[in-house]
């Protein structure tokens, strides 16, 4: 069934269509690069909890309006599992262990990390999707994971320690890929704003015992603090994860996957320049590393 409809959808792929979607794939990737380098400026001051539910308010509230703008309605009951799960990992879980993270490493150290996610969705809608599971995908996972070790050992050489940024960059990633896979069957039967404005309403609520600490916080923050949350709200979370479910509509959910590589050595870059953060020397032949297993994921199935 996956197959015959990943069959139509190709047939029905136009050259517009293509155009469209590799935009919004870009989109979503340099956005979800720049969050990076909001999160970690960001939360010098909020707690991982506080910064999560704030993105999420703004985010939230955001693609409500545009929601009742269009007058869309709430998704059916055939997608709310999917979406339910997708809010709950993803939104939810996935920003708090990335928030978490980057209170323990640099911005593109943990984006380089969570660049193993592709690989993770590939061996996820393998099992799940009954997608197989390629000499090549194994590969590209083997040397990925070895990459993220490199990048482990090189943040403890630089005084990071083992404290747990590492491991929770690699959960984060992981809760990534399941909210990937169990957002691509809700699209069959939710619009991509649906899906978007109720898993971030989801994982909204699931971060909603933070809020305490968040009206505690804000009141003692800088503008700039605010500043980025709202950002983070905006553009990374409302028009970002919009973008790539629109994307994610149209294109097999491994392959769109597999674009989110580049946002690593766009964090790096903006963190460089904005942050003036660099990783250390080691965790650039580990990021390649895992750009590298990627792409052996990627290759043509034999």
């Known amino acids: 069934m996956i197959a015959a409809t990943t069959s139509r959808l190709r ?7 293509r155009v469209l979607v590799v935009a919004a794939a870009g989109i979503t990737v340099t956005l979800w690069a720049s969050a990076f380098v909001g999160i970690r400026s960001a939360g010098r001051e909020l707690s991982p909890g506080a910064l999560a539910l704030g993105r999420l308010l703004v985010g939230s509230t955001a693609l409500g309006l545009v ?9 059916s009951r055939g997608a709310v599992l999917g979406i339910a799960l997708s809010g709950a990992f993803w939104f939810g879980g996935y920003m708090l262990a990335l928030n978490e993270s980057e209170r323990r490493v640099d911005a593109g150290t943990a984006a380089m990390i969570v660049g193993v996610g592709p690989i993770l ?7 799940i999707l ?22 482990g050992y090189a943040t403890a050489r630089h005084g990071v320690g083992l404290n747990g940024g590492v491991a929770l960059a690699l959960l984060a990633a992981c809760l990534y890929a399941a909210g990937v896979v169990a957002q691509k ?16 309403t989801v994982g909204m609520l699931v971060c909603l015992p933070f809020l305490p600490t968040l009206m505690h916080q804000v009141g003692d923050a800088s503008g700039s603090a605010i500043g980025w949350t709202i950002y983070l709200g905006v553009m ?13 509509a149209r294109m097999p959910a491994g392959r769109l996957g ?20 660099v990783p250390p020397a080691l965790a650039i032949p580990g990021g390649a590393l895992c750009l590298l297993g990627v792409a052996l994921s990627r290759m043509r199935r034999a």
């Open 236 to 248: 990374p979370t409302a028009v970002a994860f919009l973008t790539w479910t629109y994307a994610l």
């Open 121 to 127: 969705i590939a061996l996820l809608a393998g099992v």
């Open 258 to 277: 597999a674009t989110t590589y580049l946002a690593p050595p766009i964090a790096v870059v903006l963190a460089w320049l904005i942050l003036g953060e």
């Open 67 to 75: 929601m009742l703008v269009r007058r869309e309605r709430v998704p």
């Open 130 to 151: 009954k997608e197989g599971l390629p000499k090549m995908l194994l590969a590209g996972c083997a040397v990925a994971f070895a990459g993220a070790a490199l990048i």
């Open 11 to 17: 047939a029905a792929f136009r050259p517009a269509d």
């Open 185 to 200: 069957p809700a699209l069959r039967d939710a619009s991509p704003l649906q899906v978007t404005w109720l898993g971030c």
